[in-house]
């Protein structure tokens, strides 16, 4: 038996499904595949057996760009005392209605 | 935001799509079936040129817009009364920038480019919106601004949640979640310099006299003057009529001048029993096209403001392509 890993020359793809028509592509997982149509064929296969989509993006997983997740609270803790972003903070009176 | 303008014509008019073959045919009837039954466009789909053309020039004079918008308010961040009003003012315009990117990226879907976009803008081909063609006096202005011309912007936003382009239609969704906070700062805003004192109430009520008429036109011409609107019903990219979301404008904002202790500067101004709504007096459409072709008080110094901005920006925008391109070089050297 070859001791060579299975997957070793695949590269990972990251899957986006569209769940309806008019709504955005979400991310619902990765899966390794050869190239972009053999990707395509396996996330279809895997990601939507039960109709759970109806447009497929693959995207190789190398060309996404993250945050590093130790700088978590330098990019995001600036937000989180602008309440003055959220409709709830202002008073707005009862007889006005919705606003 | 700022809708409007979007059925201000640019250029010259768009002919009628006409299939060319057989096969375009057959798209033409598939991209219609799939109108007809409310479904979406998305940007990979066959779809008639005129459709592009259509929605390239509203989402992106609704893009420009957001950007110009932010010309009026911005003026006021130094201004401000307090650091409070200060950051929300500052919130409140970044908000707008950003709404502006997502809509120039809604538009580039469909094949326009950022730089044709904003070329047709700085050269005053494109419109946007002629309420920003008008000054901000005072600070109740901004105040009013909040209330009115960006209640009447939402008024027309939440249908184009429905918009058949999906690209369009959930930048919108966004654009209005994030919005909810627009109006009622600026409503806010004037409910306190009402409680201060008569000077402060004489500057809310100035203000209302002089913005009121000018948003009722936000919506665009009457239907029956409208060239677009036909047509961009039938594709679903309008949902709602010019004077239908006027109508519901006006009825939503009488009972919100009332709490807030102003008139609204119409004498004909009435609730109608029969119809179940507020009549209301004409508008001054001469105005309006005025404004629209440039002869706004402001038309000439928010355009100079936009292109001074841009062109001052030139050095980040190179600065970030010159760091880009080292990085790149350092990474190849590194690997040789």
């Known amino acids: 038996m070859s001791t060579k890993p299975a997957l070793k020359d695949w590269p990972l793809w990251e899957v986006f499904v569209r769940s309806k028509q008019g709504l955005e592509h979400k991310h619902c997982g990765s899966l390794h595949a050869a190239d972009a149509k053999q990707a395509l064929d396996m996330a279809r296969d895997v990601y939507t057996r039960r109709q759970e989509g109806v447009s497929i993006w693959v995207v190789p997983s190398a060309m996404i760009t993250a945050n590093n997740p130790d700088d978590k609270s330098e990019l995001f803790d600036p937000a989180s005392d602008k309440i003055y972003r959220h409709p709830t903070f202002y008073d707005i009176p009862q007889e006005v209605g919705h606003m | ?336």
């Not at chain 2, 000077?199 to 009457?222: I, S, T, Y």
């Not at chain 2, 004077?243 to 004498?267: H, I, N, Y």
């Not at chain 2, 101004?269 to 629209?292: K, M, S, T």
Request: net charge neutral; charged share 25%; hydrophobic share 40%.
């Open chain 2, 1 to 336: 935001m700022y809708t409007q303008s979007f059925s201000v014509q640019d250029g010259p008019g768009l002919k009628a799509v006409e299939a060319t073959s057989a096969e375009d045919a057959k798209l033409a009837e598939q991209f219609e079936a799939r109108i007809d039954a409310d479904g979406r466009i998305e940007a990979q789909d066959w779809m008639p040129e005129a459709y592009r053309k259509t929605l390239v020039r509203q989402i992106s004079q609704h893009a420009h817009s957001e950007i110009v918008g932010m010309l009026p308010e911005g003026n006021w961040i130094l201004r401000a009364p307090s650091l409070k009003r200060k950051c929300i003012l500052i919130a409140k315009v970044q908000d707008e920038g950003g709404h502006g990117l997502y809509l120039y990226s809604a538009a580039e879907t469909l094949g326009t480019s950022r730089a044709e976009m904003l070329d047709a803008l700085h050269s005053g081909k494109a419109k946007y919106s002629s309420i920003f063609n008008y000054p901000t006096l005072n600070w109740a202005d901004i105040g009013v601004v909040g209330w009115l011309v960006d209640g009447a912007a939402i008024m027309n936003q939440i249908p184009l949640c429905r918009c058949s382009y999906g690209p369009y239609a959930r930048a919108m969704v966004r654009v209005c979640k994030e919005e909810s906070f627009h109006q009622r700062q600026g409503y806010e805003a004037l409910l306190t310099m009402m409680k201060g004192t008569q000077e402060q109430r004489d500057m809310v009520q100035d203000a209302v006299n002089r913005w009121w008429w000018k948003c009722l036109a936000m919506f665009g011409p009457p239907d029956s003057d409208s060239h677009h609107s036909a047509q961009g019903m039938r594709w679903g990219i309008k949902r709602i009529s010019n004077d239908e979301l006027r109508q519901k404008f006006v009825d939503a904002t009488v009972p919100q001048a009332k709490v807030l202790g102003v008139s609204l500067p119409d004498p004909k101004l009435r609730w109608n029993e029969a119809r179940g709504h507020y009549d209301f007096g004409e508008i001054d459409w001469n105005e309006f096209w005025d404004v629209v072709n440039g002869n706004g008080p402001c038309n000439k110094e928010r355009l100079a403001t936009r292109v001074k901005a841009h062109e001052d920006g030139q050095w980040v925008r190179d600065a970030a392509l010159a760091y880009a391109e080292k990085q790149r070089n350092r990474s190849i050297k590194e690997a040789a």
